[in-house]
């Protein structure tokens, strides 16, 4: 009997080895980068190759206004304030870029799983001139009336005049965004997504360096103040902008351009712009939603809504890995749909929402259990340690529903149809959130609660709404 048990640990132990040992050098391989083919082979292991780089590059786009809040907060709190004010502007040009990566995702996979090399070549310059012309509108006046702007944001003239400078380079180097956004997408669709997550990398490395020899004038740098700031971030963006047009033209990429064919092709673009605007659309819903709720939460006083910014910035920070898997599976569904292998795609998302589900669980259960202790974190206010933790720990109970919604709603985006998750984002936030928030604080008197509550709700409506549509399977229809 002994002898036997010692037989099964070993067995126990050598499987756990080989499976970690597997696993190990499946990292590896995601973050070097890979050729596979996609449309073909195991989905877990494509899952995981592809998901690993993506989720990397959803925190690498993050780390750039955290390096520069920390390194400005040592000039004063006026310049945090221009940092955090222009960054809430740079959301409308996120917005922006992030539907447009979002068509030029759906088209580039929809061609590489075709295996249509040239059309997906094709559709990633034209995004790119789409995107270069759509940021000329945002870079011209934002450079121009930058104090203006932050004026208009509340600032005082003294303090907008003085510090503005930042705002402008950051508004008038939009197109550096824009581009760094689209060009990505095109690398993540292709299969590419090491790529993407490497120039973040590289973008941040640069701005990490530069922001404090520019802020404080170390060594041979000039002392530029805020704007050194500005003038790093838009540095290292720059730098990776240039490194993506190096591997489109001169790289072994799937996406590959070439100098003689390029040309504009205007029922393309007439494509990835109607695309875009159901994503914009999308992020627009959400976003006001999130001021309506802030709207109600405001009643019950400064440190509700202080602990309630606070728990959704840890909750936004804490789902980007959930975003990086469910682009993972956008990916997955474009290409397969391309090859003709429908029931491929439906069956990657499938595996991806479970997936993405027991990581959301694990995340809420940290948060449901420790709350305070994150929101403690980034206060030392008692009371607003409080509130947050009693926001983050509601909400938290809705992740493990909105981690398989998240993988729904992109993967529906990702067979092109833009449409049917706008829907699904207005029924959810505006017809069922606002409202069930109001009712249950205001009028059935449970205060804030009320809110965080109506937040778990709407986002369990929204996987459901979106789980019962996915079956339904008409996004596999869809042509691009």
Known sequence: MEKTENTLTAIKKLFYKMNFSDLRIDIIEAVKGTERDYTSGNLKKAILLLSIPMVLEMLMESVFAIVDIYFVSKINSNAVAVVGITESMLTIIYSLAWGLSTATSAIVSRRIGEKNIEGASNAAFQAIITGFTISLFIAIPGFIFAPELLKLMGLSAIIAAEYSGYTAIMLGANVIIMLLFVMNAVFRSAGDASVSMKVLW???IINIILDPCLIFGWGPFPELGIEGAAIATTSGRAFAVLL?????FRGNKRV????????????VIKEIIKL????????IIATSSWIGLVRIVSTFGSEVVAGYTIAIRIIIFSLLPSLGISNAASTLVGQNLGA????????SVWITAKANALLMAVLGFVFIIFPEFWVSLLTADVEVISR???ALRIISYGFIAY?????LIHSINGAGDTNTPTKINIFCYWLLEIPLAYILAMILNLGEQGVFWAIVI???AMTLTAAIIFNKGKWKERTV
């Open 458 to 460: 709407a986002e369990a």
């Open 244 to 248: 993506q047009f190096y591997i489109l």
């Open 276 to 283: 875009s605007l159901g994503t914009v659309g999308q992020n």
């Open 340 to 347: 003709k292998k429908p029931d491929r795609a439906e069956k």
């Open 403 to 407: 981690g398989p919604g998240m993988v």
């Open 256 to 267: 590959k351009l070439k100098h003689s064919e390029l040309k504009p092709d205007f029922i």
């Open 202 to 204: 590289i973008a941040n």
């Open 388 to 390: 947050g933790g009693e």
